[in-house]
C-alpha cells in the first residue's frame, strides 16, 4: 500500500496542473490516482510492442506467453532470443504465431541488442528524440513504438503520442468532437496539458467514456413524419 502511495504522490504536480482542464479533472476524479511507475525491461516491452502490431491484445498476450515458454525461467533476454529465432525447430516457431515479418523484427531487435548497437543503457541520460532516433532504426519499431516504452518504462512526462487510435478515440468523446481528430489536430490541442501529457494520456486511455459501449445509431422511425407547413 505505501508502495502505491508513493507512486500516486510522484504525480501530485502532474495532477495539479492536469485538474486546470474541467473535462480532464472530470476524467482524473472517476479514474482515480495515476499508478504509471518505471520498468528497466526495456528489450521485453518492445519485443511486446511488435508482437501486438496488427493484432489484438488477447492474440498478443498469447503469443507472448507461448515465446516466453520456450525459455528457462519464462524470460526474455537479447542472446537466448536471437538463438531460437535463428536455430529453432520450424513448427515450434510457428507454434508461437510469428508471422514471417514478426519473425525478421524481432530477431533484428534481439541481435541489436546483443551487439550492444541500442544504447539501452544510456537512456536514462538521453533525451526523448536521441531514443526515438536510436530505435526506430530496428525493423519493425515506428515512432509510436518508442513512445510507448519512453511513457510506460521510463515514464517520460511529456509524450504526447498523436497516432495513437485510443487516445484519439477519448478525445473525440471526451472533448465533444463530431470526429475522430487527425494527429495534426492534436498536436496543438494538448499544449493546455504540458509539460505534464504523459500523464493527460494515461487518463484518456483509462478514460471511462471511451471504454464504454459506442451508442447505437437510432432506428428510422416507421411512422410517417408529418410535414412542415
Known amino acids: 500500500m ?8 510522484k504525480w ?6 492536469l485538474s486546470k482542464d474541467k ?22 516491452k518492445l519485443v511486446q510492442s511488435i508482437l501486438s502490431q496488427q493484432v489484438s491484445t488477447k492474440a498478443a498476450t498469447s503469443m507472448y506467453k507461448k ?23 520450424e513448427e515450434v516457431i510457428r507454434s508461437v504465431g510469428f508471422s514471417r515479418q514478426k519473425r525478421a523484427y524481432v530477431l533484428d531487435l534481439a541481435q541489436r541488442f546483443e551487439s550492444g548497437e541500442i544504447p539501452h543503457k544510456r537512456f536514462g541520460k538521453m533525451s526523448d528524440e536521441e531514443i526515438v532516433q536510436s530505435l526506430i532504426q530496428i525493423k519493425g519499431i ?42 495534426k489536430q ?3 490541442f494538448a499544449d ?4 505534464y501529457r504523459t500523464i493527460a494520456s494515461w487518463y484518456l ?10 451508442p447505437k445509431p437510432e432506428a428510422p422511425s416507421s411512422k410517417p413524419r408529418s410535414r412542415v407547413r
Open 67 to 89: 515465446l516466453t515458454a520456450q525459455f528457462t525461467g519464462k524470460k526474455l533476454n537479447p542472446t537466448d532470443l536471437a538463438h531460437f529465432m535463428q536455430h529453432a525447430e
Open 23 to 44: 473535462v480532464m479533472r472530470g476524467i482524473i476524479k472517476e479514474v482515480g490516482p495515476c499508478t504509471l511507475r518505471p520498468r528497466r525491461d526495456y528489450f521485453v
Open 205 to 214: 486511455w483509462r478514460s471511462p467514456k471511451l471504454h464504454a459501449p459506442a
Open 142 to 183: 515506428g515512432r509510436w513504438t518508442v513512445e510507448m516504452l519512453l511513457i510506460f518504462a521510463l515514464n517520460r512526462t511529456d509524450v504526447w503520442p498523436v497516432d495513437d487510435l485510443a487516445i484519439r478515440e477519448s478525445v473525440r468523446r471526451n472533448y465533444g468532437f463530431d470526429e475522430r481528430p487527425t494527429p
Open 2 to 9: 505505501w508502495f502505491e502511495d508513493k507512486v500516486a504522490g
Open 12 to 17: 501530485e504536480p502532474a495532477i495539479k496542473h
Open 186 to 188: 492534436l498536436r496543438g
Open 192 to 195: 493546455r496539458w504540458k509539460p
